[in-house]
């Protein structure tokens, strides 16, 4: 087990009680096992923080205090190539440390950008066998978050775009894009999982180019879908900025829209 930080929340306890912006479970924050298991390893350079299991990540939420619950990409909990009985034990140890700590999964979502298949794209892969493999695995996520009771995915499409023009047709791959949120859509409704689904904009990176770079892009195709009222929007801050826009106008475009899910 990779060494903690010292636990400064008993130090704080005395001094929660009268700060009436002390964080609670009922403010609703969230934190991303993505986020705090970050190793710190940029582009540059290796690893500079060690790895620490889920099951760590949602002990140190525990000890700070404040927190509601966490949110997952599936692969953070369990690797891609891990077998079935590996996958069981990590989900166990999992859920026991949920219960321990008090917290529960609030989102999920598939990663569609680390495995080399998506370097062209997931559900706009010019490729119909990476197309379908990525729906797959946006299933399979759904099916993980519903065993820990989630109600919230969201959908980043990172690799959803082009470094030139010329490599995609844009009008087929909203199309596909389309698509596949509908077919999501219908089959969260089949297993009766009550998702709702949550659209992430950025503008670039990793792709040069990415499909629906705004918030505003996706709130114009949510009402072109077979089931818009399952669908709405996650706007990131830095995504926002990184358009040259600014984010509580997004929000706001959001909220008057009704469409602000997560």
Excluded: Q
């Excluded at 636990?7 to 009680?17: M, P, Q, V, Y």
């Amino acid at each position: 087990m990779a060494k903690k930080p010292a636990n400064k929340a008993a130090g704080r306890s005395a001094g929660r009680a009268s700060d009436r912006f002390a964080p609670t479970p009922a403010d609703k924050f969230t934190f991303g096992l993505w986020t705090v298991g970050n190793v710190g390893r940029d582009p540059f350079g290796e690893a500079t923080r060690p790895r620490w299991s889920p099951a760590e990540i949602v002990g140190l939420l525990g000890e700070v205090g404040g927190v509601h619950g966490v949110n997952l990409h599936d692969n953070d909990l369990v690797p891609i190539d891990a077998c079935e009985a590996e996958a069981a034990a990590i989900k166990r140890e999992f859920r026991a440390a949920l219960r321990r700590a008090r917290l529960r999964v609030c989102m999920v979502t598939a990663n569609l950008f680390s495995d080399p298949a998506f370097r062209d794209g997931a559900f706009t892969s010019n490729d119909a066998d990476v197309r379908a493999y990525a729906v797959a695995k946006s299933m399979r996520c759904m099916d993980l978050g519903a065993e820990f009771g989630a109600r919230m995915y969201v959908l980043w499409g990172g690799r959803e775009g082009v470094e030139t023009d010329a490599a995609k047709d844009p009008v087929l791959a909203i199309r596909r894009f389309r698509s596949a949120v509908d077919a999501l859509c219908r089959y969260s409704i089949e297993k009766g999982y009550g998702y709702r689904l949550a659209l992430e904009a950025k503008p670039n990176e990793p792709r040069g180019h990415i499909y629906f770079p705004t918030t505003g892009h996706y709130l114009a195709l949510i009402p072109t879908l077979a089931h818009p009222a399952m669908v709405g929007v996650n706007p990131e801050v830095a995504h926002e900025h990184m358009a040259g826009l600014n984010f509580v106008h997004a929000v706001a475009m959001a909220i008057e829209a009704k469409k602000l899910f997560h």
